[in-house]
Each structure stands twice: as structure tokens, then as C-alpha cells.
């Protein structure tokens, strides 16, 4: 996977360091909305009386970008007890599960990818509401702001593929309100390179799309082992 020039060989192809790279930033900047930044925020949410999100139906457009991540979040009422708050996802995540499993179908069939989808179970959705290690970063954070109760991915056999398969996002209305391809070129210690976009969809749910590499997916069982310990 990796030489002193490059590290993407997907079915016989290679693709070097930069052009993965370039490849990477062109997905990211598909949306009209997005800045060319490493990790950009596209979304804006508006509010009623009460603080509580309004969905994209009843919201009224502001066409202001927001840079302030505690304002992305789900459109579930954020004074309901941890257990209400999963229960309310769970309903917005039934609601894309066809959504989400008409476009990877379509995209499978017109790339030749793998793809699946994945909801996060509840007591995970609770942890990661309220892990220290996340409200270090981000003392706001909690269960409204969590962006993968419901994921899903798509395996590249060629990086080549990212641009279009993303650029097919908008046509289903699915808003990216993160991008972050940074991992590609700079990897964190445990050397996982991957696209991963976070999305708005139609009815306001915040949900995970990430698109690794053939064989770093296939690498990620044993590394993931590992990771745990």
C-alpha cells in the first residue's frame, strides 16, 4: 500500500501521494457550498423559541454558514432524558434506511463497490454522548451533536472513484455538512487513511459516510484488534 511515492495499489492500479491527495480535495469542494478548507462545516441550523432544532421542512433558510459545530445537531429535543433522545434518532434513522439503501444500491451498481449501512446501538450512541475524551475537545457535546447513529460506507476498489461517487450526494438531497479528507495525505498514528463525510439528510438527521480502500478495509479487522487494546 505504500512506497516512497505514493500508497494507494487498488486492483492492479497505483495512485501516488499527491494525486490521492488532489483526489481527495476535489470530493470534498463537490458541494457548491463548501470551502477549501481540511475539515469545513457547510450546514447552518435554525432554532425555535424553545432551542430545539427545527427540521429542514419548517426551517426557514438563512443562507448563513455556520462555523460553530455546537450549533450542528439532530433534530430531536435536546431537554429529553439520554434514552428519549436515542429512541427519537432511531425514528429519523427508520425514516433514511430506504433512502440510504436505494443510493448504495445505485451506486454499487454503477461503480462495482461494496457497500453497507450500520445503526449504532443505543447504549453507544449514550457513550459517546458523554465521553470524556470528546467533551475535553468539546465541552458542548452531547447525544443531539452525535453524527453516526446511523452510518454507512461504500469500499473503493479505486481512489480514482471518490469525486463522482460523492458528487451523486446532491442529487438525493443528502447535505454534506463535514468533509474531511485531511486523513488521506496525513494519517493519525494508527495509519488509517479514509474519506469520511458527514451528512444532513432530508429529514435533518445527521449521519456518517465514509469511503475507505479496498485494502485497508480488509486490513482493518486485525488493526482494529489492536486499537482496542
Partial sequence: LQSSDGFVTSAGRYVGRTEAFDLAEKAKQIDETAKPVGRQLMAHQV???????????????TGVPVTDESTIVNP???NASPEEKVRQLHALTEENKPLVADFIKQIDEEFGTTSKSNEKLPENIISKGSRPSILARKP???IEHV????????????????PDIIGRL?????EVVKADTDKVQHPLEWGWRISSFDLRMPNG??????LPIRELEEAKAKGHKIFEK
Avoid: M
Avoid at 446532491?170 to 443528502?174: L, P
Fill in 140 to 142: 458542548w457535546h452531547a
Fill in 47 to 61: 432554532f425555535d423559541e424553545n432551542g430545539r432544532p427545527l427540521r429542514p421542512e419548517t426551517a426557514p433558510t
Fill in 76 to 78: 430531536i429535543d435536546r
Fill in 147 to 162: 453524527r453516526d447513529s446511523f452510518r454507512f460506507k461504500t469500499v473503493l476498489d479505486d481512489i480514482r472513484q471518490l
Fill in 205 to 210: 438527521q445527521l449521519v456518517e459516510y465514509y
Fill in 170 to 174: 446532491k442529487d438525493r438531497g443528502f
